[in-house]
C-alpha cells in the first residue's frame, strides 16, 4: 500500500489506533483497551505493540507516528498524567520504530483535527468543547490548538461558575464540570431523584431524554448544566472572541436540546455583542485519532497535512 503514518489516541478507558495515507484516505482502525489499572508500564506496554501491530498490518515501516495522550504534555514527552499515572515519558519510549514521533494533548490533537478536517475547517479562531465525562477545552487561535505557557491551557471545566455551590473532584468550589459534564448531569440528576423516591440511577442521555419529555426534575437540572455553561462560554467569549463554539462530547449529542437554550442564554449573558454561534463537531470520536494522524504526517515533515485532504475523509470507516 501507499505510504502511511500510525495514529494512535490514547484514552484513559481504551486507545484508538489507526492508519492513515498521504491523501488522508483511513486504511484501517482498531480499538484496545488501555490497561491503567496494571499501572504506567503496562500502558506503555501496551502502546508499543498496539503501534508495532498496526504498522506490521500496513505492511511496511510508517512514515510517522503521531500520539494523543491526556495530562501534560509536549511534543517530544509525555510529562504527567493523574489519569494514566505516568511522568516524564519521552515520545521515543511509546513507539517500538525508529520513526518520527509527534505527541499531543489529546483535546487539543481532537481540536487540530476540527480545525484542518472538520466543523472549524474554514474558521481561524474557535474553541472546541467536547463535553463528555469531564470537560476540557482546545483553544485555537490562528487554525492552531493553543496550550499556554506550560500546557495547562484549555482547562475550561474548572473555571467556577457557581462560585458558592458544589466541590468538584479537582478541589476547587462549583467548577462548570461539576454541573455541565455528561458525568455530572446523570450523578445531580440521580442524587435529587433519589432523595424523594430511593436509589435511582441515570445516565445523561436519560436526563436529556426526560428534559425533552417535560420531566420538571431532569428540566431544572438540564437548565443548570446549560447555565452553567453560558456563564462559562460568556467569559470566553469576552476574553478571546471565537469565530464560533464547536461543541463535542456525549451531551452534544442532545443536538438543538443542548445548543437551541445554549445559544439564548449565552447572547442574554452578552449586552454589547453577538454571541458567537454555536456549531455540532464533525468528527466525533475519531477527532483524537484524526488529530494524532495529522501529527505523524507533520512530524514526517508534512507541515501542511490535512490541508488537501478530501472531505470524504470524514466518510471513512471509524474507529470501532
Ligand atoms: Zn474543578
Redesign the pocket.
Known amino acids: 500500500m501507499s505510504s502511511f503514518v500510525v495514529a494512535l489516541d490514547v484514552g484513559g478507558t481504551s486507545m484508538k489506533g489507526g492508519l492513515v495515507t498521504r491523501s488522508g484516505e483511513i486504511v484501517r482502525t482498531d480499538r484496545r483497551a488501555t490497561p491503567r489499572d496494571r499501572g504506567p508500564a503496562a500502558v506503555i506496554a501496551t502502546i508499543r505493540s498496539f503501534i508495532d501491530d498496526l504498522a506490521t498490518a500496513g505492511g511496511g515501516t510508517p512514515e510517522g507516528v503521531g500520539l494523543a495522550v491526556p495530562g501534560l504534555v509536549t511534543a517530544e514527552a509525555a510529562l504527567y498524567s493523574a489519569n494514566i499515572g505516568w511522568r516524564d515519558v519521552p515520545a521515543t519510549d511509546l513507539v517500538p520504530l525508529d520513526v518520527p514521533v509527534m505527541l499531543g494533548h489529546d483535546v487539543r490533537t481532537g481540536g487540530l483535527a476540527e480545525s484542518v478536517l472538520g466543523a472549524g475547517r474554514e474558521l481561524s479562531d474557535f474553541l472546541f468543547l467536547p463535553i463528555g465525562t469531564g470537560i476540557a477545552g482546545a483553544t485555537i487561535l490562528h487554525g492552531e490548538p493553543y496550550g499556554g505557557s506550560a500546557g495547562w491551557g484549555g482547562e475550561i471545566?474548572?473555571i467556577p461558575v457557581f462560585p458558592e455551590g458544589e466541590p468538584?473532584?479537582?478541589g476547587?468550589i462549583g467548577?462548570l464540570?461539576?454541573y455541565a459534564s455528561a458525568s455530572a448531569v446523570a450523578r445531580r440528576y440521580s442524587t435529587r431523584a433519589a432523595s424523594s423516591s430511593g436509589a435511582v440511577s441515570v445516565t445523561a442521555e436519560r436526563v436529556a431524554t426526560l428534559t425533552a419529555s417535560g420531566d420538571p426534575l431532569a428540566t431544572e437540572i438540564w437548565g443548570e448544566a446549560v447555565e452553567a455553561l453560558s456563564l462559562a462560554l460568556a467569559s470566553y467569549t469576552l476574553l478571546l472572541d471565537p469565530s464560533a463554539i464547536v461543541l463535542g462530547g456525549g451531551l452534544a449529542e442532545a443536538g438543538t436540546l443542548l445548543s437551541d437554550p445554549l445559544a439564548e442564554r449565552l447572547q442574554k449573558r452578552l449586552a454589547f455583542r453577538q454571541a458567537p454561534p454555536l456549531r455540532q463537531a464533525a468528527l466525533g470520536m475519531s477527532a483524537g485519532m484524526l488529530g494524532a494522524a495529522l501529527l505523524g504526517w507533520r512530524a514526517a515533515g508534512f507541515a501542511d497535512a490535512g490541508t488537501t485532504w478530501s472531505l470524504d475523509v470524514l466518510k471513512s470507516p471509524r474507529v470501532p
Open positions: 471545566g474548572h468538584c473532584a479537582c476547587q467548577c464540570e461539576t
